[in-house]
Nanobody, 115 residues
Framework: VQLVESGGGLVQAGGSLRLSCAAS????????MAWYRQAPGKQRELVAT???????AYADSMKGRSTISRDNARNTVYLEMNNLKPEDTAVYYC??????????WGQGTQVTVSS
C-alpha cells in the first residue's frame, strides 16, 4: 500500500493550498481517509476525515477553512485549505483506515505559512 501526498509548499498567510493524496494497493473506496498534521514539537493531530460514503468531519481549528473530498475513480483524497495562518504550518499526512485492522500512513508533505 502506498499513500503519496503532494501539493504542500510555502504560502503567505491568507493564502490557499490544495493537498492531494494518491493511494495505491488498496480498495480505496472502502477506506476511511483522513488528513493529519504535525507541527514541530507538537503531537500529530487530526485535521479532517471522510468516510467511504462521503461523510466529512473537521477539527475545530480547520472548520470553515478547509474541505476534504475524495475521488474514488482516481483513488485520491484532497484537502483544500483556505485563509491559511502561520499556525497551520506543519507536515500534513494522509491516512487510510479500514476497520480496526488495516491502517496506513503517507510520508507527509510540508506546509509552511509565512506571516
Amino acid at each position: 500500500v502506498q499513500l503519496v501526498e503532494s501539493g504542500g509548499g510555502l504560502v503567505q498567510a491568507g493564502g490557499s493550498l490544495r493537498l492531494s493524496c494518491a493511494a495505491s494497493g488498496l480498495v480505496f473506496s472502502g477506506y476511511v481517509m483522513a488528513w493529519y498534521r504535525q507541527a514541530p514539537g507538537k503531537q500529530r493531530e487530526l485535521v479532517a476525515t471522510i468516510t467511504s460514503g462521503g461523510g466529512t468531519a473537521y477539527a475545530d481549528s480547520m472548520k470553515g477553512r478547509s474541505t476534504i473530498s475524495r475521488d474514488n475513480a482516481r483513488n485520491t483524497v484532497y484537502l483544500e485549505m483556505n485563509n491559511l495562518k502561520p499556525e497551520d504550518t506543519a507536515v500534513y499526512y494522509c491516512y487510510a483506515r479500514f476497520g480496526a485492522s488495516y491502517d496506513y500512513w503517507g510520508q507527509g508533505t510540508q506546509v509552511t505559512v509565512s506571516s
